[in-house]
């Protein structure tokens, strides 16, 4: 019998470091155990991550990203998925899990979401990520 375990599955999320609405979801959220450890990675820095999300052409100012094993999600997709792998403990994560939990829902909601971020960052004097821009 071997003693050997299958090797955790490796999340990566990619979300705005000074958004303070982005800070404080992520420090809130608790995933399952059976996720596996999830590396948090400020997109306004210089990152691997980063520089494939802009390979792939994923606009960081209209989502956060959420790549799990090889594949990337992005904005309400990515929200979703992090709903479906809540804990559900505490207020606010039961919360984001029942009005994530539905792929439509989520869709209707997200775009909302990112409004508000995008108000909130005009409000505080802050630039956009603009991964995107051509160097």
């Known amino acids: 019998m071997s003693s050997q375990r299958t090797p ?3 999340m990566t999320m990619v979300y705005d470091g000074q958004c303070p609405m982005c800070r404080r979801f992520v420090r809130l ?3 399952r155990r059976d996720v596996g450890e999830l590396e948090l ?3 306004r ?8 999300l802009s390979e ?3 606009d960081l100012d209209e989502g956060f990203a959420l790549r799990i094993g090889e594949q990337w999600v992005h904005g309400g997709e990515a929200l979703h998925r992090l709903a479906l792998m809540s804990t559900g403990s505490g207020l ?11 792929p439509r829902r989520t869709a209707r909601l997200y775009p909302w979401l990112c409004r508000g971020r995008s108000i909130l960052l005009r409000l505080l004097g802050r630039g956009p990520i603009d991964n995107l821009r051509r160097r």
Do not use: K, Y
Not at 45 to 52: L, M, T
Not at 92 to 102: D, I, Q, V
């Open 92 to 102: 606010f994560n039961r919360t984001m899990a029942r009005l994530f939990a539905s």
């Open 8 to 10: 955790r599955p490796t």
């Open 56 to 58: 792939r052409g994923i």
């Open 41 to 43: 990675v400020d997109a």
């Open 29 to 31: 959220q608790r995933l």
């Open 45 to 52: 820095q210089e990152s691997a991550a980063r520089r494939e």
